[in-house]
């Protein structure tokens, strides 16, 4: 499946960083080299260096920043730092995070992220490591409630914890469809009108799947740290938990 990723926010994204033809730039959401692209395409003698964990997404990018003076590195953004220095870096003009999952890991059906495709129980973003299937057949019921409830703001968590704890023990859980009816056959015939019933509970196990709360903690003060006077940190957010952290650092920052 080809990488297609619409960049949201693009023009507004580029024009927030004020590039300098001769800055040094991170992406560390690479993905399909949609704001890296417009990144590299407006330096001259400047530098771009592009994050991404997922190695289709490196693969992609790697591509399709051949040509511009671009160096890709897979790897979380939480190591930006490590991995700039690395290449010799310490400071830079800007750097650019483009939070969540990418469309193309959403329809790619084989990745499991997805609750549409009957696939894997997977949802790495970085294919290594522990997956949502993990989770769902190791964890007790206490640990999925705090999951679903915390990271997807799920209001039958501990009911939908301790069904697929229930269902587990007849059968393990493996693929996405096993797991979409189990959440749903815990929701009220009235709310499964109000979306899909498994929304929340797969954006809460992709989250804790991939530790990107912990991450994104655990990258704001580095990428700060490394910016030139005069840098740009320009960070997209899609939900509240994200954005509850970005804007509470920020206004740490800003004393």
Not at 169 to 194: F, G, H, M, V, W
Request: glycine letters at 6%.
């Amino acid at each position: 499946m080809e990488f297609k990723h619409i960049s949201v926010l693009l023009d507004e994204t580029i024009d927030s960083l004020n590039i300098k033809p001769d800055g040094i730039y991170i992406d560390g959401t690479a993905g399909g080299a949609g704001h890296s692209s417009e990144i590299a395409k407006r330096l001259t003698t400047g530098r771009l260096i592009a994050l991404d964990r997922d190695p289709d997404a490196v693969a992609t990018a790697t591509e399709r920043l051949k040509n511009y003076n671009a160096t890709v590195v897979q790897c979380n953004f939480s190591e930006m730092k490590r991995a700039a220095s690395e290449l010799g870096i310490d400071k830079v003009d800007g750097i650019l995070l483009d939070l969540g999952v990418s469309s193309y890991q959403l329809d790619n059906g084989d990745r499991g992220f997805s609750y549409k495709y009957e696939a894997p129980l997977d949802m790495r973003m970085s294919q290594s490591g522990t997956t949502a299937a993990d989770l769902v057949n190791e964890l007790s019921v206490d640990e999925l409630t705090k999951i679903f409830r915390d990271y997807g703001e799920e209001k039958f968590a501990y009911k939908i914890a301790n069904r697929i704890v229930s269902e587990r023990q007849n059968k393990k859980i493996e693929t996405t469809t096993q797991l979409a009816e189990i959440i749903a056959s815990c929701y009220p015939a009235a709310a499964r009108r109000d979306g899909n019933p498994a929304r929340k509970c797969f954006q809460a196990l992709r989250i804790a799947v991939n530790d990107e709360l912990g991450s994104l903690e655990s990258v704001l003060d580095d990428a700060f740290d490394m910016l030139n006077p005069d840098g740009v940190l320009s960070i997209i957010t899609f939900h509240s938990l994200e954005d509850r952290i970005v804007k509470h650092t920020f206004r740490e920052l800003a004393t």
